[in-house]
């Protein structure tokens, strides 16, 4: 089983920049696929980005694509999220997660372990 701790979410003005950090319990972290989703209120929670086990391969929502950059240490158990040039529309509760599956192209229902979630807005 894997625990998944956020942190970094907050309140910045739109262009401004931002890192999410998850940390994750247990010795296997390197045997999860690990990506981010946000959700923002009233509507469903959607996929930002995923990033492979070995850390060689990512993949992006068009949403965040150029803006937005995974990373991951498997040394430490953590996956980043630093985030550029912050929109309004990214405003949002983003939750690391953590799937069995190799593939990155993650939906809710392939994950298979979710942290709390970090608010993260973005207004002026």
């Known amino acids: 089983q894997v625990q998944l701790v956020e942190s970094g979410g907050g309140l910045v003005q739109p262009g401004d920049s931002l890192r999410l950090s998850c940390a994750a319990s247990?010795?296997?972290?390197?045997?999860?696929?690990m990506g981010w989703f946000r959700q923002a209120p009233g509507k469903e929670r959607n996929f930002v980005t995923a990033?492979?086990?070995?850390?060689?391969?990512?993949y992006y929502a068009d949403s965040v694509k150029g803006r937005f950059t995974i990373s991951r240490d498997n040394a430490k158990n953590t996956v980043d999220l630093q985030m550029n040039s912050l929109k309004p529309e990214d405003t949002a509760v983003y939750y690391c997660?953590?799937?069995?599956?190799?593939?990155?192209?993650?939906?809710?229902?392939?994950?298979?372990?979710w942290g709390q979630g970090t608010q993260v807005t973005v207004s002026s």
């Open positions: 997660a953590a799937s069995e599956r190799t593939s990155l192209g993650l939906s809710p229902g392939r994950v298979d372990y």
């Open positions: 990033i492979s086990r070995s850390g060689a391969t990512t």
């Open positions: 247990g010795r296997t972290f390197s045997r999860y696929t």
